[in-house]
């Protein structure tokens, strides 16, 4: 088990900033960012292999959001520029340690996640 705490979210305006982090208790093989506003399904933001470094960006966020990780910490974070009202979201952390779970995008260590609020 890998328990993950997120921090950085809060309010900001449209246009701002905001970088999120996610520290783990130990090493994962592979990392993530997901999101779910109200009456949304969740999705995919970006995902990382700490060790080679790979990431994962998904399109719609391409260009605005980054992620990167600092394994002497055992930390992810998610870089949000230019942000837009329709980010407004609960933005979640998660891991998992296994190579082949990774491979196949499955998750199973997730943090309580931060809220991010983005105003017009």
């Known amino acids: 088990q890998v328990q993950l705490v997120e921090s950085g979210g809060g309010s900001v305006q449209a246009g701002g900033s905001l970088t999120l982090s996610c520290v783990a208790s130990?090493?994962?093989?592979?990392m993530a960012w997901f999101r779910q506003a109200p009456w949304k399904d969740r999705e995919a933001v970006a995902s990382i292999y700490p060790d080679g470094g790979s990431t994962y960006v998904a399109d719609s966020f391409k260009g605005r959001f980054a992620i990167s990780a600092d394994n002497a910490k055992n930390t992810v974070s998610l870089q949000l520029n230019s942000l837009k009202p329709e980010d407004s979201a609960h933005y979640y952390c998660a891991a998992e340690e296994g190579k082949g779970l990774c491979h196949a995008g499955v998750y199973n260590n997730w943090g309580q996640g931060t809220q991010v609020t983005v105003s017009s």
């Open positions: 130990k090493y994962a093989y592979c």
